[in-house]
């Protein structure tokens, strides 16, 4: 089993719906990476965070860590949106590497 | 301020050669992570340098190697390449790792896609 599991691993939805990724994760952590990839390639980091819950813009993410549990939102979804989003976390344990989701897929249709 | 650049932004090799591919971090930042995203295959965690030696190791062959030169710039260099070598490499920077309860967020570069034919 994969330290850390996302679903759903494909996603397709209409312009406008709101979506949720899920990423679980069965390490202590002490930070949680939520990233975006677009077909070149190229990484940005959307939120990290540690507990609570962020927002920017049209995305929002939360984190329980007492579940092991994070969920990224993102409202009125847009065709710019689609792209790879990834769960990542540093474990306690880790030695500061990243530890990566398989990534959820989302395609927006217009 | 800049961000992480990487080069080359395409880099074609046949098996047996050697690559190598460069990484500079954000400025300030003394912390250079690689990472191997291979087709099909999730983001794996390579090799972590922090104020010029490797400090932490993913599980790959000794033929994947680097180093970290003083003005914090890496380079990530492989061996008798395979064809399972093909991927998109990225670099990450951070500032100083930190301790085991501290993390400082990574930055991401565009990476280096490399073919092995």
């Known amino acids: 089993k994969n330290e850390v599991e996302q679903s759903p691993q494909n996603l397709t939805a209409q312009e406008g719906e709101f979506i949720t990724i899920n990423c679980s994760y069965s390490v202590g952590i002490s930070a949680l990476h939520w990233l975006q990839q677009h077909p070149g390639g190229g990484i940005v980091s959307l939120f990290m965070?540690?507990?609570g819950k962020k927002k920017h813009g049209r995305l929002i993410a939360t984190i329980n860590i007492q579940e092991k549990h994070s969920s990224l939102h993102i409202t009125a979804s847009h065709p710019r949106d689609s792209a790879v989003y990834i769960c990542?976390?540093?474990?306690?344990?880790?030695?500061?590497?990243?530890?990566f989701g398989q990534g959820t897929r989302l395609t927006i249709n217009p | 301020e800049a961000g992480v650049t990487q080069s080359p932004t395409h880099l074609i090799k046949t098996r047996g050669q050697q690559a190598t591919l460069r990484c500079s971090p954000i400025?300030?930042?003394?912390?250079v992570y690689w990472y191997q995203q291979a087709l099909g295959l999730g983001l794996q965690f390579l090799l972590w340098y922090d104020e010029g030696e490797e400090r932490n190791r993913g599980n790959f062959p000794p033929r994947f190697s680097g180093r970290q030169f003083p003005n914090y710039s890496s380079e990530l260099n492989v061996n008798a390449l395979e064809l399972e070598d093909s991927a998109l490499y990225l670099c990450?920077?951070?500032?100083?790792?930190?301790?085991?309860?501290?993390?400082?967020?990574?930055?991401f570069g565009p990476g280096t896609r490399l073919t092995v034919l």
């Open positions: 400025s300030g930042h003394t912390s």
């Open positions: 990450a920077s951070s500032l100083q790792g930190g301790g085991a309860w501290s993390y400082n967020e990574q930055f």
């Open positions: 965070l540690s507990s």
């Open positions: 990542a976390v540093r474990s306690i344990q880790g030695a500061q590497k990243l530890v």
